[in-house]
């Protein structure tokens, strides 16, 4: 039997792998490498990102050196909550490291070894917004992954929604609970809201899922 050692550097391999393999599709070379870190969470049991300086050319330029950062694919749910003839969802804030600022966006979360995208997804609506639901509830949103950020980094998204009818004991319930998974050290803030006044919120989340949902609400 494979132990969780093994299987935690599995993961980051497949990941890798998956990434050279894209290069060899696109024609591309990869002339060097080298791995300069990787960071694992929840006391090292689950594999988190590994970055790379790399060498590659393809058949339009010549070598160009940049940095990849491997990461895990991840899962992005929208709901559509239908109350007195109107349109709700539930966003998520929290603070980012990047310049310490709250980001509000959709409830989202990555996806682990072994894990199907609609698993990951259901166990992110349960530690997120603390609702349990069962994979036939979810819906894509889109039939393919999503390229986030297509730059420096091999993260892909998958979009679901899902729909639910809700009373007026739902706002006090959700709007503003605070939730988050400890051991990965989140602290989050649900927010309710109307699905035509989140436009407002700088987030790629919210911009790509709301198009992808126009044709399902």
Partial sequence: MQSKKDKIKDY????????????????????????????????????????????????????VSRYITIVKPSVIIIPILYFNKEIFTMLVSQTRIYDGSEIVEFPAGSIDLDQKPVDAAVSEI??????????KDLKKANSKPIMIEPSCTSSTSYFFYFKMKIEKSFFKKFHLKRTGHKMDGEVIKIKVKKINKIHQYNSASIHVGLNLIRKFI
């Fill in 12 to 63: 980051g391999e497949k990941l890798f792998n998956i990434w050279t393999n894209k290069l060899k599709e696109k024609k591309c070379k990869l002339y060097s490498y080298k791995k300069i870190g990787k960071i694992y969470r929840n006391k090292g049991k689950k594999f988190f990102v590994a970055l790379y300086d790399a060498k590659i050319k393809n058949k339009n330029s010549g070598k």
């Fill in 126 to 135: 349960q530690e997120e917004l603390n609702i349990n639901l069962k994979k």
